[in-house]
Nanobody, 120 residues
Framework: QVQLVESGGGLVQAGGSLRLSCAAS????????MAWYRQPPGKQRELVAV???????NYADSVKGRFTISRDNVKNTVYLGMNSLKPEDTAVYYC??????????????WGQGTQVTVSS
């Protein structure tokens, strides 16, 4: 019903920047919260940032001041800007969208994940 397609991951040196995007498509009435998660090697998946439908944002302490989550409601796309990247940021990054479907049912959908690797 809903598909999230991510792009923007890759290899970057420490101190560099990347911008991830996640475009959603499908029969959706409304997008609610959208979020980015990440899973470092050998660790559990963790919440990185959340943005509400109204634009309110929250960040994990580890990325505050360096990462920025944003959304384009016309394009149904959520972004994660990442600055001053550290090797500790290396992880598979996943986008998540909570949506209201045409049948008036809310549901969560996940992207396939995109690899971000930060070299020292």
């Amino acid at each position: 019903q809903v598909q999230l397609v991510e792009s923007g991951g890759g290899l970057v040196q420490a101190g560099g920047s990347l911008r991830l995007s996640c475009a959603a498509s499908g029969s959706i009435l409304r997008f609610n919260d959208m979020a980015w998660y990440r899973q470092p090697p050998g660790k559990q998946r963790e919440l990185v940032a959340v943005i509400s439908s109204g634009g309110t944002t929250n960040y994990a302490d580890s990325v505050k001041g360096r990462f920025t989550i944003s959304r384009d409601n016309v394009k149904n796309t959520v972004y994660l800007g990442m600055n001053s990247l550290k090797p500790e940021d290396t992880a598979v990054y996943y986008c998540n969208a909570n949506v209201l479907l045409r049948e008036l049912r809310r549901a969560d959908y996940w992207g396939q994940g995109t690899q971000v690797t930060v070299s020292s």
